[in-house]
């Protein structure tokens, strides 16, 4: 295959990790990278050597040879920075959430297939080895039998950010785990939560998801819970699952006995990385984290948002 050239727009926490996976991934070549802050570029270029490092990502985006970029920005900056890539022909792998706006990520999401480039967004669980493990059990069908009830605790001590909720930070990851499970998206959405340390902004959310076929699914999203848990329990007819998200490790509850399934543990960033060049040197890779699944997530936090704003059900 051609080497694909990439640019990496936000080098911060995150940006990092990205960028230390793609230095590693055969056929791909960092061209560029794009950051507000100088250390962070200057960072880049004193550890892996990229000289290339502008403030405007505009910049960036206009290097020659340069075909796909990953988008790690504050979260309000997503819509402009993709519309901007993809209007300049590039393919775009943006972190999750989309957008902060359901309405403007179906923009990106038309403008991605008018231009005919790729569009992913960083649901990076539909990579984790122990939750594609239980999607292949499930549609086994005979393993878990009918799936009841679906359980997620999302958790972890975290500082209040001024720039964001944490129905926007984790509830992405909720919906999306429920969705790469289940093969379904919810009916209705209930939500209660709020903020605690602040004026504004939820830092606790239960959100309640219910579905066709009667499946139940409950969320609990915080900042404020002292231990970080990563964890999804799922309860079926013949057998139940507790899934360590973060360890990769299954263990299964059936007819008084646990055990645990044999679980490779992978590198979720470097499988996602390889997953986006696939889909874009390869038109028949199914892009499994597609724009279309970021949108609907954040249409479902909207929903969340107007629930708990209107304190009812709300359909979806």
């Known amino acids: 295959m051609a080497k694909l050239n990439v640019g990496i727009i936000g080098v911060g926490y995150w940006g990092k990790k990205i960028m230390d996976e793609f230095s590693k991934v055969e056929d791909v070549s960092i061209v560029g990278v794009s950051d507000l802050d100088e250390k962070n570029l200057a960072f880049c270029a004193e550890r892996y050597g990229i000289k290339n490092g502008y403030e405007d990502y505009r910049q960036l985006l206009a290097v020659k040879g340069l075909d796909a970029v990953t988008v790690s920005t504050p979260n309000a900056m997503h819509y402009r920075v993709c519309k901007d890539a993809l209007d300049a022909g590039k393919h775009v792998l943006v972190e999750k959430p989309i957008t902060l706006v359901s309405k403007e990520g179906k923009e990106l999401v038309d403008l991605a297939q008018k231009k005919r480039l790729t569009l992913s967004v960083g649901h990076i669980f539909r990579f984790n080895n122990a939750l594609a493990e239980v999607h292949r059990l499930i549609r086994e069908e005979k393993f878990f039998g009918k799936i009841f009830l679906m359980e997620q605790n999302w958790t972890n001590l975290e500082k209040s950010f001024p720039d964001r909720d944490v129905l926007f930070d984790l509830a992405p990851h909720m919906f999306d785990i429920q969705n790469y499970l289940l093969g379904q998206w919810p009916t209705e959405v209930s939500c209660v939560g709020g903020p605690f340390r602040r004026a504004v902004g939820e830092e606790t959310a239960y959100v309640i998801s219910r579905y066709k076929d009667g499946v139940i699914a409950i969320a609990n999203i915080s900042w404020l819970v002292p231990r970080k848990t990563r964890q999804v329990v799922l309860v079926g007819e013949n ?78």
Do not use: C, W
């Not at 699944?293 to 936090?301: A, P, Q, S």
């Open 239 to 316: 057998r139940s699952a507790v899934i360590d998200a973060v360890g990769q490790e299954v263990t299964v509850h059936e007819s008084g006995y646990t055990y645990k399934l044999h679980v490779e543990r992978n590198n979720t960033i470097r499988d996602e990385l390889v997953h986006f060049v696939k889909s874009i040197q390869d038109p028949q890779t199914e892009t499994k984290n597609s724009g279309i699944v970021g949108v609907k997530t954040v249409e479902l936090i909207e929903a969340a948002k107007r629930s708990m704003k209107e304190g009812r059900t709300v359909k979806v």
